[in-house]
């Protein structure tokens, strides 16, 4: 894999498409849940939330994906982004350092993500202290 400084992931329960960038070009990597068709419906009458359970190996997967990462963007439609986020602060602090920002991003392209997070990232980037 290229070393780029620079990645976004956006998650759903489904799969983790992870993107590390540059201006030029990007690698691209997909993680994906051992169980992703799991279910829960809430029943009347019984005990529980109804939610299934967050799936730590599948949100551990998508932090080794993202640790060589400089700066990272998360996104996604739904709750997993933020159950990536808890995550990452409860068992990786250095990454958690280096998380840029978490949007809301419904299923865009391949492509339309990476030009999304290449301008997110020039604005950020600008906001950054120049200083060492």
Do not use: C
């Not at 051992?34 to 551990?60: M, R, T, V, Y």
């Not at 990476?114 to 997110?120: C, E, G």
């Amino acid at each position: 894999m290229t070393e780029h400084y620079h990645a976004i992931v956006w998650i759903d329960h489904h799969e983790a498409r992870i993107f590390h960038f540059d201006m030029q070009d990007f690698d691209r990597e997909v993680v994906r849940p051992h169980d992703p068709h799991q279910h829960i419906h809430h029943k009347a009458n019984s005990i529980g939330s109804g939610h299934a359970a967050e799936d730590q190996q599948f949100l551990h997967e998508v932090t080794l994906a993202l640790r060589e990462a400089g700066a990272v963007l998360i996104t996604g439609p739904s709750s997993a982004k933020h159950e990536l986020v808890k995550h990452i602060q409860r068992h990786d602090p250095l990454l958690a350092e280096r998380l840029a920002g978490v949007e809301a991003l419904d299923h865009p392209t391949d492509g339309a993500l990476v030009n999304y997070a290449r301008k997110f990232f020039r604005t950020a980037d600008r906001m950054r202290s120049q200083r060492s």
